[in-house]
């Protein structure tokens, strides 16, 4: 199997492209959810944010305050390196284990949803195929301020505080242009899909597991051999 990094930017439509993708079969994973599930209370990452930023990052019940650890780490590279240092790792090892039951249960490829896949370039090296929903900047400053009911300076405000698309789209493998009708963008998904599935980028992963597999059982069966020769 080979693993998709999708990516969007905020209004541009990456939630329904998503939603495409998974009535279509497909696995994904969704990396934010992943973030907020390992620092959760009984976790090693929860234990290491308490013991580097202390207890006032804690909420009543025990989970992380996620606003007061922000807030501890805005204009800090330092204190923001030593939480990536703490959370990544296990981010990776939740992803892997994640991606190894959808390889089991025999997906050619498994999406993860990725909102700084470009940004932080940290599981770049892990993807196969990246892709973008994209959609033009007017498009996007449109559907901002009537979905979330804002004025065009807080708009324009919140999409300056991302990487533009238009980088995004020239870093990635596959763009999806989200700027039209719904349906057209929908058309491009599934077609998309077709691609990835008719890739064979899967077999040299799925091969090597069965070579492996195939060698350990010949190898059992000789010990059992060798060690219960008259049974």
């Avoid at 296990?90 to 249960?105: A, D």
């Amino acid at each position: 199997m080979f693993l998709v990094g999708l990516t969007g930017g905020i209004a541009s439509g990456k939630s329904s492209v998503i939603q495409v993708f998974q009535q279509l079969g497909c696995a994904v994973i969704d990396v934010d959810v992943m973030a907020r599930h390992v620092v959760q209370p009984g976790y090693p990452a929860h234990r290491r944010i308490v013991e580097a930023f202390g207890t006032e990052v804690l909420l009543e019940n025990g989970d992380i305050n996620r606003k007061v650890l922000g807030d501890l780490i805005f204009n800090q590279p330092d204190r923001r390196q030593l939480l990536n240092t703490i959370t990544h790792p296990e981010i990776r090892k939740e992803m892997m284990k994640e991606t190894f039951k959808y390889f089991l249960r025999g997906y050619r490829y498994v999406i993860l949803d990725i909102p700084l896949l470009f940004e932080t370039k940290k599981l770049l090296k892990y993807m196969k195929h990246t892709v973008v929903v994209y959609c033009d900047r007017d498009t996007q400053l449109a559907r901002l301020m009537r979905r979330n009911s804002l004025n065009r300076k807080d708009a324009e405000a919140r999409i300056n505080a991302q990487l533009p698309l238009t980088d995004k789209a020239r870093m990635a493998r596959h763009v999806l242009d989200n700027s039209g009708e719904w349906s057209v963008t929908k058309r491009q998904v599934i077609l998309l899909h077709a691609e990835l599935e008719r890739s064979l980028e899967y077999l040299p992963l799925r091969l090597g597991v069965l070579t492996g597999l195939a060698a350990i059982a010949s190898l059992l069966y000789l010990l059992t051999r060798y060690l219960l020769p008259y049974a």
